[in-house]
């Protein structure tokens, strides 16, 4: 019995540490064996785009590491480009849902991942992503793995938006993706799953997945031949930025760089949740990563002479307090009057209600039809700590607070019009959200773009729910939460969460606004611009 708990326990790590991001090579069906086919940065007509994702990337732990002279990589394409300091995420600020964002253009309600843990009602199931050890423990790390790896990206992804690499592809230009979260694209890959992970039952033993031409993995699929050294357990099977950095320096050397490569550095992330926003070290180990990306080129000049580069973050963190009883939201005991769904088992026809959090926001679905969802967000609505809880009614969304009262109902299309050019109908009370309306304009406050954002979350995929919002310094806990106490923490629309920095080098054209939810455009602009 030891004995197998043993190997459950070293499962649930080997699994969490490769869908993180979240010694075998890709076998690409169609992949060109000619480099020459290949866009390079000296023979096309337009320069390469190189977009590196830093996870929770911020503003001010940049700027500081910067002034103190420790992220020369980035301060030198600063020196060469500029800093927009705010962009707007997506939301939930999770991810798997900002990067879904980056790639298709739409908010969740266009691309259908709604978050890193949701409910599945067609398939009756929670969906996990990867989110942490206690919750990996409780549900099959199998399907998590495949949820993460294959589900994702083949199933998950809406059908209906096509990301930059399948855009692309059927322009005739190549792509690559390095670690990214999101992935697929036109090119058949088989994907070789590495033995340890075979010890699990029912973990196949490879994968057939579609992504761009160029595509690097983890320990599951590498571009250059000496990288396994990522790839060992201590160094998280892959997911690092070392192993980004090494497949991407390998690209340019090889003179085989795409049209566009979005390359993935995840670490930053884990140190910001464990030491908080203002941590440095992260950005310092992938500003050392980045360094070794430029220095490919032969010369820093000539890396930003001959590409594109975007460094960008995908969310922000706000600080979570350093006491437990003060930090966490406790869902289970305010909605202590339903029958809840539990981890362990399978949804039963007895379950009224289900929780999937999503650190500093969840979705609370009503999968009993007797109970309304507005009888949860009134249960909901008992906790102070949540600024903003929302529902459907109908086609619009109506949102109610836990710190103060009245309410605002919303939905798309209408006489007020905010600051990126959508139209609303609003009726209630703006300052629920924030807002500001002077006229018939909106100007959002401390929630950027918030009703947008919100849309997109509440019609992200089917089912009957409630979406829960943390006030900053506090994380929603259902039955076996991850927590982050005395760290950093995302998921909400607060601009906390929702705000990161972008520093753009070698091309003067910038996106239509400022929020990542237009970055596909830009790129697909860039990826055609004339030297």
């Known amino acids: 019995?030891?004995?197998?708990?043993?190997?459950?326990?070293?499962?649930?790590?080997?699994?969490?540490?490769?869908?993180?991001?979240?010694?075998?090579?890709?076998?690409?069906?169609?992949?060109?064996?000619?480099?020459?086919?290949?866009?390079?940065?000296?023979?096309?007509?337009?320069?390469?785009?190189?977009?590196?994702?830093?996870?929770?990337?911020?503003?001010?732990?940049?700027?500081?590491?910067?002034?103190?002279?420790?992220?020369?990589?980035?301060?030198?394409?600063?020196?060469?480009?500029?800093?927009?300091?705010?962009?707007?995420?997506?939301?939930?600020?999770?991810?798997?849902?900002?990067?879904?964002?980056?790639?298709?253009?739409?908010?969740?309600?266009?691309?259908?991942v709604p978050g890193l843990v949701w409910y599945d009602g067609k398939e009756q199931r929670m969906v996990f992503y990867g989110n942490g050890i206690k919750e990996a423990m409780k549900i099959d790390q199998v399907q998590v793995f495949m949820d993460a790896v294959y589900h994702l990206n083949q199933e998950h992804l809406s059908k209906e938006t096509k990301t930059i690499h399948e855009e692309l592809a059927d322009q005739g230009k190549?792509?690559?993706?390095?670690?990214?979260?999101?992935?697929?694209?036109?090119?058949?890959?088989?994907?070789?799953?590495?033995?340890?992970?075979?010890?699990?039952?029912?973990?196949?033993?490879?994968?057939?997945?579609?992504?761009?031409?160029?595509?690097?993995?983890?320990?599951?699929?590498?571009?250059?031949?000496?990288?396994?050294?990522?790839?060992?357990?201590?160094?998280?099977?892959?997911?690092?930025?070392?192993?980004?950095?090494?497949?991407?320096?390998?690209?340019?050397?090889?003179?085989?760089?795409?049209?566009?490569?979005?390359?993935?550095?995840?670490?930053?992330?884990?140190?910001?949740?464990?030491?908080?926003?203002?941590?440095?070290?992260?950005?310092?180990?992938?500003?050392?990563?980045?360094?070794?990306?430029?220095?490919?080129?032969g010369s820093w000049e000539r890396a930003a002479k001959e590409a594109i580069w975007i460094v960008m973050g995908d969310s922000g963190q706000s600080r979570v307090y350093g006491d437990r009883g003060q930090a966490t939201i406790e869902l289970i005991p305010l909605l202590k009057d339903f029958r809840i769904a539990r981890l362990n088992r399978p949804v039963s026809s007895g379950d009224q209600i289900l929780i999937s959090t999503n650190e500093r926001m969840a979705y609370v679905y009503a999968l009993d039809p007797r109970v309304k969802v507005s009888e949860v967000a009134a249960r909901l609505s008992r906790e102070p700590k949540l600024d903003m809880i929302a529902f459907k009614e109908g086609s619009a969304i109506r949102i109610i607070s836990g710190k103060s009262g009245g309410t605002l109902r919303f939905r798309p299309g209408g006489s007020y019009k905010d600051e990126y050019g959508q139209t609303w109908t609003l009726s209630g009370d703006p300052r629920i959200a924030d807002m500001k309306i002077t006229g018939n304009r909106i100007v959002y406050g401390k929630y950027p773009d918030a009703l947008a954002r919100l849309q997109g979350a509440m019609f992200s995929h089917e089912g009957r729910y409630v979406v829960a919002n943390a006030e900053p310094g506090y994380e929603l806990v259902g039955e076996s939460s991850l927590t982050h106490v005395g760290g950093g923490s995302h998921g909400s629309l607060h601009e906390k969460d929702s705000l990161v920095p972008v520093i753009v080098a070698g091309t003067d054209i910038r996106p239509k606004t400022l929020r990542i939810v237009d970055f596909k455009d830009w790129i697909m602009q860039l990826a055609s611009e004339r030297r």
Not at 1 to 28: D, E, N
Not at 228 to 250: E, H, I, P, S, V
């Open 1 to 112: 019995m030891k004995k197998k708990l043993c190997m459950r326990i070293m499962l649930a790590i080997c699994f969490t540490f490769l869908v993180a991001g979240c010694g075998s090579h890709i076998h690409p069906k169609t992949a060109e064996s000619n480099p020459s086919k290949l866009h390079t940065a000296s023979a096309g007509k337009t320069k390469p785009v190189i977009l590196v994702i830093v996870d929770s990337l911020m503003e001010k732990p940049l700027r500081e590491a910067i002034r103190q002279k420790s992220a020369p990589a980035m301060e030198f394409l600063l020196q060469k480009g500029e800093l927009i300091p705010q962009v707007v995420s997506s939301f939930p600020t999770m991810s798997v849902t900002i990067d879904s964002t980056l790639l298709t253009g739409t908010y969740a309600d266009g691309h259908h």
């Open 174 to 297: 190549d792509t690559a993706s390095i670690n990214g979260v999101i992935y697929r694209g036109r090119t058949e890959h088989v994907l070789k799953v590495p033995p340890f992970l075979k010890l699990a039952k029912d973990v196949p033993d490879q994968l057939r997945i579609t992504g761009p031409k160029l595509f690097s993995y983890a320990a599951l699929a590498r571009l250059d031949p000496d990288n396994a050294r990522n790839t060992y357990l201590w160094k998280k099977f892959g997911m690092n930025d070392r192993f980004t950095a090494q497949d991407l320096a390998y690209l340019v050397r090889q003179h085989r760089l795409p049209a566009v490569t979005i390359a993935y550095f995840p670490e930053n992330d884990n140190r910001v949740h464990r030491k908080g926003p203002d941590e440095r070290q992260g950005i310092i180990r992938a500003d050392e990563a980045l360094q070794e990306a430029l220095s490919s080129f």
